[in-house]
Nanobody, 117 residues
């Protein structure tokens, strides 16, 4: 059984900041990579940011480069996403993704981010 704990979503004005956190736990679970994706009613689910938990291979979606930063958390199997200079088009449900050994993908339940004035 894989459990996700996602936090940090909410409402913010354009130009504001939020930090999302995601932790994954499970018996005999080996997580190799984690990341964040987002989906709005108008768009398909898209990559926001991802990384190997070794710290390597950090990737960002084109629309968030230079504004968002993904990092490992202090606890095992956790990642944080610092989101700065948020834009209205960033309003979406943000989903945490975890990959186990490159073979199995798990998704969190999602956390809502609203950017509006």
């Amino acid at each position: 059984q894989v459990q996700f704990v996602e936090s940090g979503g909410g409402s913010v004005q354009p130009g504001g900041s939020l930090t999302l956190s995601c932790g994954v736990s499970g018996r005999s679970l080996y997580i190799s990579a984690m990341g964040w994706y987002r989906q709005s009613p108008e768009n398909q689910r898209e990559l926001v940011a991802g990384m190997l938990l070794s710290g390597a291979n950090i990737k960002y979606g084109e629309s968030v480069k230079g504004r968002f930063t993904i990092s490992r958390g202090n606890a095992k199997n956790t990642v944080n996403l610092q989101m700065n200079n948020l834009r209205p088009e960033g309003s979406a449900v943000y989903y945490c993704k975890a990959e186990a050994g490159g073979e199995t993908t798990y998704w969190g339940q999602g956390t809502q981010v609203n950017v509006s004035s």
